[in-house]
């Protein structure tokens, strides 16, 4: 029975900690599999409830933080060698950058057969200086070199990681897109649609604008807040309400951008008499139940592996407008499911999210078509199933 270690950075809500239980939870009987994660930070919400709802017990390393720290990653490197000294895996999978840099340094230190990492976006761009950039590239690069096969998740992603970065040849990338539990989106809609809008206060008629994720830089909040504004300001004749749902290091500065442009907001309050324009709900665990409650989901992020939030709001049949980066294209269906405009483009952003408020139509067509764009592509079954054949393929490679 072939061994599994599979590392992930921290289980926080998003694809890799979905992606990383499916594949611990449904992979074939004949596959033993071992969890193991890092610690969450503070602004973001505490997701192991995914893990245990499925019967999972992972190890936590308290001490693998998504911040490099030498002492603590010394520590946690030295844990996950004990691990795999005692559980002896045929295979180490690594989830996401920090996961992939000490599980994949251990393993091979240790001589595990297969080695593979899945790369849940990258921090190649927008997240640093060019000078940090380059040397995370590096690492990124003597890891691959150690590594059996990388994991992309779209078309686009692996372009990025052959040509424009030069992580490694094209020989060791295999495409597998995430997969996920869709049908809760298709459950009870009406209903959910309903409990939502009461509780926010939300008229019939006003059109619920959502962004969903961590309120960090690399987001785009801000970009966000200020189309809110434009939008405010020039489509007086529609009644629209925006929703921040998530936690993160700039939600204080949002706010206070929101505050400096005149914009009326509101932490989650469920009684709102005076019906505040943005209300940032925290994080919700029943993302269902936002997407039901929803009109229109956003993304404004300056850089995107394969989001979550976009998957999720097709599978809810709601229109998207995202910023035309990373995988998008590979997971969206541009004018079909989603219009995409150029990254960072305020009056390209605004003119799209205009066009989905003010065209009932076109808002009704793009919902449309989620569903069955998504109901099948994105189900963690076909991941599973194209994870074990991968398994398999490099097992056998190994013992040739």
Known sequence: MPKILRIINRFNLGGPTYNAAY????????????????????????????????????????EMK?????????????????????????????????????????????????????FHGHVFDAYFSNFKANFYKQIERNLAKKSSCIIALSENQKNDLVYKYKICEENKIKIIPLGFDLSKFQENMDLKRAEFRKKYSLDEDEIAIGIVGRIVPIKNHTLFIKTIHKIINNNGHKKIRAFIVGDGEDKQKIQNLATSLGISWANNNIK????????????????????????????????EGTPVSLIEAQAA????????????????????????????????????????????????????????????????????????????????????
């Open 23 to 62: 594949l611990s939870r449904y992979m074939p009987s004949n596959f033993e599999t071992l969890l193991v994660g890092g610690a969450n930070e503070k602004t973001e919400a505490n997701s192991q409830y995914i893990v245990k709802t499925l019967g999972l017990d992972p190890i936590i390393i308290p």
């Open 66 to 118: 998504r911040s490099i720290n030498p002492l603590w990653d010394i520590i946690a490197y030295r844990k996950i060698l004990k691990i795999i000294k005692d559980f002896k895996p045929d295979i180490v999978h690594t989830h996401a950058s920090k996961a992939g840099a000490l599980g994949r340094t251990a393993a091979y230190k240790l001589n595990v057969p297969v080695i593979i990492h899945t």
């Open 272 to 303: 709102i008499s005076e019906k505040p324009k943005i209300i940032f709900t925290s994080w919700i665990k029943e993302v269902d139940y936002v997407n039901a409650g929803m009109d229109i989901i956003v993304s404004t992020s300056l850089n």
């Open 317 to 400: 049949n709601k229109p998207i407008v995202s910023s035309d980066v990373g995988g998008i294209q590979n997971i969206v269906i541009p004018q079909k499911t989603a219009l995409l405009f150029k990254n960072n483009d305020e009056n390209d952003f605004y003119e799209k999210l205009s066009q989905l408020i003010n065209n009932d139509t076109l808002r009704l067509n793009l919902s449309n078509n989620g569903w069955e764009h998504v109901k099948s592509k994105f189900h963690y079954s076909r991941l599973v199933d194209d994870m074990s054949t991968l398994y398999y393929e490099l097992l056998t490679k190994n013992k040739k």
